[in-house]
């Protein structure tokens, strides 16, 4: 069945950086356009960047843009969020789904941004 499995969040200061990643299995990942999310404290989870299947088509939400980064490796099957200049507005839980989502999600991975 459909499994995301996200991975490489931690605490880490303000300006530093961390780099996501996303396993994904289940479905034909290498023709499926892919997403991040995250969900802040006390906020619905919002959409942070996708990347199409090809991988060179790609977007941000504008509170990331120019500082985080997605990329995919399809023989891998892995989705990776390199995230930059972290501000700690983006605390949060990360999620990674296809695009459009799945109903299925993965546990996340906390990103905790603090001095």
């Known amino acids: 069945q459909v499994q995301f499995v996200e991975s490489g969040g931690g605490l880490v200061q303000p300006g530093g950086s961390l780099r996501l990643s996303c396993v994904a299995s289940?479905?034909?990942?290498?023709?499926?356009?892919m997403r991040w999310y995250r969900q802040v404290p006390g906020k619905e989870r919002e959409l942070v960047a996708f990347i199409f299947a090809n991988g060179e088509n790609v977007g941000y939400a504008e509170f990331v843009k120019g500082r985080f980064t997605i990329s995919r490796d399809n023989a891998e099957s892995t989705l990776y969020l390199q995230m930059g200049n972290l501000r700690p507005e983006d605390t949060g839980v990360y999620f990674c789904n296809r695009s459009p989502p799945t109903l299925i999600w993965g546990q996340g991975t906390q990103v905790t941004v603090s001095s």
């Open positions: 289940g479905f034909a990942f290498r023709s499926s356009g």
